[in-house]
């Protein structure tokens, strides 16, 4: 560009031949040529001006959103500091919340005060004094907070809401924060944080209230009235000002600045220059102003070529963090997509291969030795997959404790498997974090490309479903990829679909299992287990679909559909006159936790002391969970018995066992089996039976498949026997005609058979 002005200085125009007008010359050329060039400069130095004007305003409104924007991330970090402490002390009192909200307030940030609901209802409140009427608001029930509340509840991300009006003046953000608690490597809602964030003092502290500047807010874009902007005035966004926007996540801000006074008008100075020029030398004059002005351009053009390399720099390094992980310097999810959708536009004669690694332990690193002990671990895996990999391939983490690895070649498959074998070999030898020796280990999933042209996203996937069966069958192994996977997953879909058909179809019955007292081997109740009337396989057993129901928390609907139905039969049992004392039905975490379920078992009919609910001792003993511990109560409370199903399996403790006080103890058959033949094995079923006795808890045995099994179990003072050895599970009508002759009914046999 340089050369190309020099070129153009150098074409001077030629003197031509005027005769004796040519002593004239001289000056009407300077004269013309002064007036063109004041006219040329004037308009030069204007657009100079309103570039430069509008590059500072950019800055400076630049540097406004850039505090307004760190101000509000420092409110919600506060926030999220908060919800650490609530992470580490679900149960803390008013007075240790107000503790730790009280260091929050002593940070300097923009919050106004701030609440924790549990279970979307407010029972804590900072500070205390003017906030007490909201302690016991639900969100719930709130039309203004349900949304925002859900929102964070179901999204697990911090949700941004406002500005709002507040009833007792100004205007606020409203910050949610959901809380989620790690019990049992499962992640369970805890509840809100919420924080009001004073808009004023944001404004104030952020500068835009001392700004030199007149800057304007907006939620809109193109606001059409005073009303659509919540900073500043309407005219401002119509001033062809300068924008910005402002991504909160939840809402995005439009900004928009102008000078004070509004953008300056050039001064034209045409005749004082001309004035001056014909002072001046005609001829020297226009050129040392071009030679101003030509410099002044320069200038000018090479202060914004700095700024379109600095531009473009800072767009490259944006778009690098975008593409790479912070923490390990690995590419990310992003990159690994951005390269497929490359590869899948340029296929070439190679293949491709993924495989998918996941840390084995690394949940338990976190929650042992802290999250910082979490990123070296990461940091360590990383160098130790790097010094793995060849030239030609490459790493990325793609989540938490999730890498993929890419390879490829002309027959990928040796190189995939041997480079899975050895990345789990190297997670699975010893790292050290603080001096410690720690045991991570890893899980590897495999797939290639069959062919070049085989979709890269259904290639990623394959080796996720790879990952999955790797870490079912034990975790520290690699699987390849198959269509027996494939067929396996597919099936697992089409047994989901097919569930949640059968539960609209009445599919789910169930099959009633006797119980028998160990002294007169008379019916002392039944369990009613759940089968599946499937219209091709038959009766299904709770092994084929009841894992796939937790997978699409279908479980309560089962347990639901199973409880209504056995309650039916009972009523049928009565009337035909058969004593069947107890209905023993399986309830699950899942239903227990159902916020409608007392509501529910309100409005069925059911004799006290006739209804038995079963619980897994995993889930009834946790101790953790208040709402569950408070469900049971309840439940109790109603006249339902409470039962702890496969009892000495689970990690349940002789006081959280004391503090539930279950109506009876069933001993998981695993326990049951080996009694026979093991003396140590029986002095255990016997100090079960003697807990249970001491506390007033009936005993009964699953799985008595002998009559041996029961004699030795009579003998140790157990109470009930349910087993095969008595009777196995059957449907209804079965189980009718199995108690009447048990019970001495046949006239009543021929009766209902006929009524039947």
């Keep these: 560009m340089v050369a190309v002005l020099k070129s153009d200085h150098h074409q001077r125009p030629r003197r031509p031949n005027?005769?004796?007008?040519?002593?004239?010359?001289?000056?009407v050329l300077a004269i013309f040529t002064i007036a063109a060039v004041v006219v040329f400069a004037d308009h030069e130095r204007a657009k100079q001006i309103r570039v430069a004007e509008r590059a500072s305003a950019s800055e400076q409104l630049a540097t406004l959103s850039a505090r307004l924007e760190t101000n509000i991330n420092g409110n919600v970090s506060l926030l999220q500091g908060l919800v650490a402490a609530i992470a580490t002390e679900p149960q803390m009192s008013q007075a240790r919340f107000s503790q730790f909200s009280g260091q929050l307030f002593r940070a300097t940030s923009q919050l106004r005060n701030v609440a924790g609901a549990p279970d979307l209802v407010v029972r804590y409140v900072f500070p205390e004094g003017p906030n007490q009427k909201a302690i016991g608001l639900d969100y719930r029930t709130n039309d203004e907070q349900r949304a925002g509340a859900l929102m964070a509840r179901n999204s697990h991300n911090i949700v941004l809401a406002g500005p709002v009006n507040l009833v007792q003046g100004g205007s606020a953000l409203i910050a949610r924060c959901p809380v989620y608690l790690s019990v049992d490597k499962a992640q369970i809602f805890w509840g809100i944080i919420s924080g009001v964030i004073d808009l004023g003092r944001l404004y104030e502290d952020s500068g835009l209230v001392a700004a030199d500047m007149d800057v304007a807010l907006s939620l809109q874009t193109e606001p059409?009235?005073?009303?659509?902007?919540?900073?500043?005035?309407?005219?401002?966004?119509?001033?062809?000002?300068?924008?910005?926007?402002?991504?909160?996540?939840?809402?995005?801000?439009?900004?928009?600045?102008?000078?004070?006074?509004?953008?300056?008008?050039?001064?034209?100075?045409?005749?004082?220059?001309i004035g001056l020029a014909v002072v001046s030398l005609c001829i020297i004059a226009p050129l040392i102003w071009a030679g101003f002005l030509m410099r002044a351009r320069h200038r000018t053009i090479v202060q914004l070529q700095r700024r379109e390399d600095e531009l473009e720099r800072t767009k490259r390094t944006l778009e690098h963090q975008s593409l790479h992980d912070s923490l390990t310097g690995l590419p990310n999810r992003r990159y690994v997509d951005q390269m497929i959708a490359s590869q899948s536009a340029d296929r070439g004669a190679e293949r491709l291969a993924f495989i998918h690694v996941d840390l084995d332990r690394f949940k338990e690193i976190n929650d042992t030795l802290g999250h910082a002990a979490g990123d070296e671990v990461l940091r360590l895996s990383?160098?130790?997959?790097?010094?793995?990999?060849?030239?030609?391939?490459?790493?990325?983490?793609?989540?938490?404790d999730e890498f993929v690895i890419v390879t490829g070649g002309q027959d990928p498959q040796h190189r995939a498997v041997a480079l899975a074998a050895k990345i789990v070999a190297a997670l699975a030898t010893p790292v050290l974090v603080n001096d410690r020796e720690?045991?991570?280990?890893?899980s590897a999933g495999v797939a290639w490309q069959n062919n070049s042209d085989d979709d890269l996203h259904q290639l990623l996937v394959n080796a996720d479903i790879s990952l999955y069966e790797a870490k079912k069958r034990g975790r520290g192994r690699v699987e390849i990829f198959s269509d027996e996977l494939r067929a396996a997953t597919l099936q697992a879909k089409q047994t989901a679909d097919e569930l949640i058909l059968a539960l609209g179809r009445d599919e789910i019955v169930p099959y009633f299992q006797p119980q028998f007292d160990a002294t007169t081997l008379d019916i002392s109740g039944v369990e009613a287990l759940a089968r599946w009337d499937h219209p091709r396989h038959g009766i299904l057993t709770p092994d084929r679909f009841l894992g796939i129901a937790e997978g699409i928390n279908r479980v309560a609907d089962i347990d639901a559909c199973i409880l209504e139905k056995a309650l039916f039969q009972s009523t049928r049992w009565a009337a035909i006159g058969l004593d069947v004392p107890q209905v023993s039905v399986n309830i699950s975490a899942q239903r227990l936790k159902d916020p409608n379920l007392l509501t529910k078992l309100q409005n069925i009919p059911f004799r006290k002391g006739g209804l038995s609910f079963e619980l897994l001792e995993s889930i009834s003993f946790d101790g953790h969970d208040a709402a569950l511990e408070e469900a049971i109560k309840d439940i109790k409370a109603m006249g339902i018995?409470?039962?702890?199903?496969?009892?000495?399996?689970?990690?349940?403790?002789?006081?959280?066992?004391?503090?539930?006080?279950?109506?009876?103890?069933?001993?998981?058959?695993?326990?049951i089996a080996p009694i026979t033949t093991s003396q140590s094995q029986r002095r255990l079923v016997a100090s079960i039976?003697?807990?249970g006795r001491s506390q007033n808890i009936a005993i009964v045995a699953e799985g008595v498949e002998t009559f041996e099994q029961a004699n030795i179990l009579r003998d140790l003072g157990c109470h009930f026997f349910q087993g095969y050895a008595?009777?196995?599970?059957?449907?209804?009508?079965?189980?009718?005609?199995?108690?009447?002759?048990?019970?001495?009914?046949?006239?009543?046999l021929r009766d209902w058979a006929t009524w039947a």
């Design 224 to 273: 059409k009235a005073q009303q659509d902007v919540f900073f500043g005035k309407l005219d401002t966004f119509n001033g062809d000002p300068v924008r910005l926007s402002l991504n909160l996540g939840y809402n995005t801000w439009e900004l928009a600045a102008v000078p004070k006074g509004g953008w300056a008008t050039h001064s034209h100075v045409i005749f004082f220059r």
């Design 382 to 400: 990383t160098a130790r997959l790097q010094t793995i990999l060849g030239p030609e391939e490459f790493a990325a983490r793609i989540g938490g």
């Design 641 to 671: 018995d409470i039962e702890i199903d496969d009892f000495g399996t689970g990690h349940a403790s002789i006081v959280s066992l004391l503090e539930l006080a279950p109506k009876r103890l069933k001993i998981d058959r695993k326990l």
């Design 689 to 691: 039976i003697e807990i």
């Design 18 to 27: 005027i005769g004796g007008f040519g002593v004239f010359l001289p000056a």
């Design 726 to 748: 008595f009777a196995k599970p059957m449907p209804g009508r079965d189980f009718i005609e199995f108690a009447m002759q048990k019970q001495g009914h046949g006239e009543n």
């Design 438 to 442: 720690c045991r991570i280990g890893g």
